[in-house]
Nanobody
């Protein structure tokens, strides 16, 4: 199994930037599409961004398009989410996920991902 570990979440102010990272200690996920999802209190987990295994296909939620960027460095076995111009409504637990091995797509649906991390808290104060 692929075990994922997120890091980088913290308390920031509106307008600040933050970079989340996701690694898979001891394993590689270079053949997997990678996604970021988030879940705010009392809400369902929602899609944020995804990147196909080859890096050739990316998808973003409308709410983060133009502010967030997903990237991967397979040499470092890391996927990152650069978050700029953060807003209070971005406050949530952010989860990294891996799935859809060898597919060209960048899935946006939770059940298309097979492996998940434990999440990292991002809090944006106004």
């Amino acid at each position: 199994q692929v075990q994922l570990v997120e890091s980088g979440g913290e308390l920031v102010h509106a307008g600040d930037s933050l970079r989340l990272s996701c690694t898979a200690p001891g394993r590689t996920f270079s053949s997997y599409a990678m996604g970021w999802f988030r879940q705010a209190p009392g809400k369902e987990r929602e899609f944020v961004a995804a990147l196909s295994w080859s890096g050739g296909n990316t998808r973003y939620a409308d709410s983060v398009k133009g502010r967030f960027t997903i990237s991967r460095d397979d040499a470092k076995n890391t996927v990152s989410l650069q978050m700029n111009s953060l807003k209070p409504e971005d406050t949530a637990v952010y989860y990294c996920a891996a799935g859809a091995p060898w597919r060209s797509s960048a899935p946006v649906i939770v059940h298309e991902y097979d492996y998940w991390g434990q999440g990292t808290q991002v809090t944006v104060s106004s």
